[in-house]
Each structure stands twice: as structure tokens, then as C-alpha cells.
């Protein structure tokens, strides 16, 4: 069983920059995807960026010049780089864990997840 626990959100100004972290702790793969989602109020969980063990990576188109993905795998860290933060980035992101490569990135893919972290951008 994997356990999975974000920390690094908070208030932050329009432009500014957050790094999310998730600690994985557990039993895990030798294959795996990580992957971080957020859902804001009303609104569907969406991917965000996913990391695989080789450390290929994927991010959604809108976001990947601002989001960096990346892990520690000494420290079994990941982490969300997030720069010139907007408003519309508002929400509680979530970290997941896929118990093998990474697919299409959906959330339905992912088998253990984090309780999230809050982030929230004002103008």
C-alpha cells in the first residue's frame, strides 16, 4: 500500500511562484506514474503533469510552460515546481500514484492519492 502526502500550498499574489511537494512512503513499483491533479470548486479533477520512474513526463498543453514535474527518488519526493501563478490556477491539487506506466494521464488511472494541498492565487 502506498500512503501519499502533499504539502507546499498556500495564499500566494498573481505572478508568484509555489513548490508542491509529495512524500510517498509504502511499498512501490519499480514501474510507476506519478502524477499531479487539481480540482477547483465546481469543477472536475483535472491532470495537471505526470512523471514516470524514468522520468519521461507529460504535461497538459496549457500549462507546461508554467509547471515543472519532478522527483526525488532518494528522498521518494515529488514535486510541482508552479511559476507566474494566476488566478485560474486556483484549487486543491492532488497527488497520485499509478501502480505502473503512465497512460493517458486520467484520473481514473491512479490508484492512491494524496489528501491535497490548497492553492489559492489572488489578483
Known amino acids: 500500500q502506498v500512503q501519499l502526502v502533499e504539502s507546499g500550498g498556500g495564499s500566494v499574489q498573481a505572478g508568484g511562484s509555489l513548490r508542491l511537494s509529495c512524500v510517498v512512503s509504502g511499498y512501490t513499483y519499480s514501474s510507476y506514474c506519478m502524477g499531479w491533479f487539481r480540482q477547483a470548486p465546481g469543477k472536475e479533477r483535472e491532470g495537471v503533469a505526470t512523471i514516470e520512474n524514468s522520468g519521461r513526463t507529460k504535461y497538459a498543453d496549457s500549462l507546461k510552460v508554467r509547471f515543472t514535474i519532478s522527483q526525488d527518488k532518494a528522498s521518494r519526493t515529488l514535486y510541482l515546481q508552479m511559476n507566474s501563478l494566476k488566478p485560474e490556477d486556483t484549487a486543491m491539487y492532488y497527488c497520485?500514484?499509478?501502480?505502473?506506466?503512465?497512460?493517458?494521464?486520467?484520473?481514473?488511472?491512479?490508484?492512491?492519492w494524496g489528501q491535497g494541498t490548497q492553492v489559492t492565487v489572488s489578483s
Open positions: 497520485a500514484y499509478r501502480f505502473d506506466w503512465c497512460l493517458a494521464g486520467a484520473p481514473t488511472e491512479f490508484g492512491a
